[in-house]
């Protein structure tokens, strides 16, 4: 029986992963049944050399203010929080929300070196919006969305389900993190707003949320994701929308195995919200 293409895929990419955490040596030609005594050091590798390691204390009070320029250090939290909800407020259309994006200098993320806006892509009057995770390195390249490996599983993965036309796809935040750190509290602050505005802008039928952060910067929580995912929430109150949270494309690509789980979460919020 020869397999099919995807199946193909989902092997190499689960021994891809295999690989990459240096666990390839896990295959023999023969199966070996590791719980007998004389198996157990079948692999046992070389001890590493010994080295000299010298450890430097690193100094106190380091913290992510530091990233931020110095015009920005004095900052008023709450008068910088009045102005984001005054441009996100003001945008009637999503060129405007960016356009608003783009004027607001007091965002502390828009000064860590990311080359730009990262925006949405797909569909502008979406049934599905997917919301995913910080941008990476190749969505602040393209300074687009779900660019890369992670786009290309989920633009798939989409299309397998019949919604590909239909969707929006946009980071949770429109500015890579400085070397991909995780979002602080003023991150998600500040943010709020914003995506809050794109979610009203776009009107979509239903909200995927990818990972996270997804789940920190829309609906405000701090769950764990493998708590979280599989159950449909709301979000909103005059016309509350079905929300669903699942794992990242990135985190897919490592853990193949939680595909299934993934793909059960889509076609649950598909059929659901009639998408």
Not at 61 to 85: C, D, F, T, W, Y
Not at 90 to 102: C, I, K, N, S, V
Not at 156 to 184: H, I, N, Q, S, Y
Request: glycine fraction near 6%; proline fraction near 8%.
């Amino acid at each position: 029986m020869i397999p099919s293409d995807d199946l193909r895929s989902e092997i190499e990419s689960y021994l891809g992963f295999l690989i990459d955490h240096e666990l390839e040596d896990a295959y023999e030609t023969e199966p070996l049944n590791r719980t007998l005594s004389e198996n157990k050091q079948a692999f046992k590798r070389a001890p590493a050399a010994l080295a000299q390691i010298h450890v430097t204390s690193a100094p106190s009070g380091g913290n992510i203010s530091a990233l931020k320029p110095q015009s920005l250090a004095s900052l008023n939290p709450a008068m910088v929080l009045h102005e984001a909800r005054q441009r996100a407020s003001a945008a009637r259309t999503l060129d405007e929300l960016y356009a608003e994006l783009a004027a607001f200098q007091h965002m502390p993320l828009s000064h860590e070196g990311g080359k730009g806006i990262v925006r949405f892509r797909g569909n502008p009057d979406p049934d599905l919006l997917v919301i995913g995770e910080c941008p990476d390195e190749d969505d602040d390249t393209a300074s687009s969305a779900f660019a890369g490996k992670p786009g290309e599983m989920m633009d798939k993965a989409l299309k397998a389900a019949g919604v590909f036309d239909k969707a929006m796809l946009t980071p949770c935040v429109f500015w890579r993190p400085a070397g991909g750190r995780p979002l602080t509290t003023e991150d998600v602050t500040l943010n709020a707003p914003f995506i809050h505005a794109l979610i009203k802008l776009a009107a979509p039928k239903a909200i995927l949320l990818l990972g996270a952060s997804a789940v920190s910067c829309v609906l405000n929580l701090d769950q764990s994701l493998a708590k979280l995912r599989g159950r449909q929430v709301s979000y909103g109150t005059e016309t509350p929308l079905p929300v669903m949270a699942s794992y990242p494309p990135n985190f897919l690509l490592k853990q193949p195995q939680a595909k299934g789980l993934f793909w059960r979460d889509l076609l649950q919020l598909v059929v659901s919200a009639k998408l």
